[in-house]
């Protein structure tokens, strides 16, 4: 059964310091998704992402934090100066389109990103 | 184990049991909704999902309620077993035509299956 997969699993950095966590979505989905998750707490939206672009983005999305799909498979997020506050789980998901109602995302196993 | 953040509402049953975990929502404007489960140090996993357009939906062992005047949504699991055992979420979006695609979680509960 196909799967999203994110790189890497785990990711220790100093404050300051940028980051790029990797994803790679389902083949034939057309849309891209970051979510976060702060340990003990829910999961909240971060960007949506379709035709190349950002379609949606949340307060926290800020201009620290970019986008991109460098290829036909890669999904990356950089965070350009990372903060303690960034410390989070962060999950890539994809979904094979909308058909005007939502549609399943289908999350990876995410990266624990740890900021010093 | 994770001990910060916010404390997670728990439900234990017995195995054999049925489960029933239940999510108020806010946004009257959702359509579409959707149960995940997650287990320790994995991403959320797709259960079963709902529309607007229905009241009840079935899967294999678990059911989805959907109640729009109260704004409620409800996750049966019918014979709980310990693979069970997981923080469980809904989750509501408004969809393409409501202006987003992004999901918004509820909180979550600890569903603790007893053997």
């Known amino acids: 059964e196909p799967e999203v997969t994110q790189t890497p699993s785990h990711q220790v950095t100093q404050m300051g310091q940028e980051v790029i966590l990797r994803c790679v979505p389902i083949s034939n989905h057309l849309y891209f998704y970051w979510y976060r998750q702060i340990l003990g707490q829910k999961v909240e939206f971060l960007v949506s992402f379709y035709n190349n672009e950002i379609s949606e983005k949340s307060e926290i999305f800020d201009d620290q934090f970019s986008v991109e799909r460098p290829d036909g498979s890669n999904f990356t997020l950089k965070i350009r100066s990372t903060k303690l506050e960034d410390s989070a789980m962060y999950f890539c998901?994809?979904?094979?389109?909308?058909?005007?109602?939502?549609?399943?995302?289908?999350f990876g196993p995410g990266t624990r990103l740890t900021v010093t | 184990g994770e001990s910060v953040g916010l404390h997670l509402p728990t439900l234990s049953v017995q195995e054999g049991d049925n489960s029933i975990i239940n999510c108020a929502y806010s946004?009257?404007?959702?359509?579409?909704f959707i149960w995940y489960k997650q287990e320790s140090g994995k991403g959320p996993q797709f259960i079963i999902d709902?529309?607007?357009?229905?009241d009840k939906r079935q899967g294999q062992r678990v059911t989805v309620l959907l109640n729009k005047t109260v704004k409620h949504l409800s996750l049966q699991i019918a014979a709980t077993q310990p693979g069970d055992s997981a923080v469980y979420f809904c989750?509501?979006?408004?969809?393409?035509?409501?202006?987003?695609?992004?999901?918004?979680f509820g909180k979550g509960m600890k569903l603790t299956v007893n053997p």
């Open positions: 946004n009257s404007a959702s359509d579409y």
């Open positions: 709902i529309r607007s357009n229905m």
């Open positions: 998901a994809s979904s094979e389109f909308t058909s005007g109602s939502g549609d399943e995302q289908y």
């Open positions: 989750a509501e979006n408004k969809g393409v035509q409501g202006g987003s695609e992004k999901l918004v």
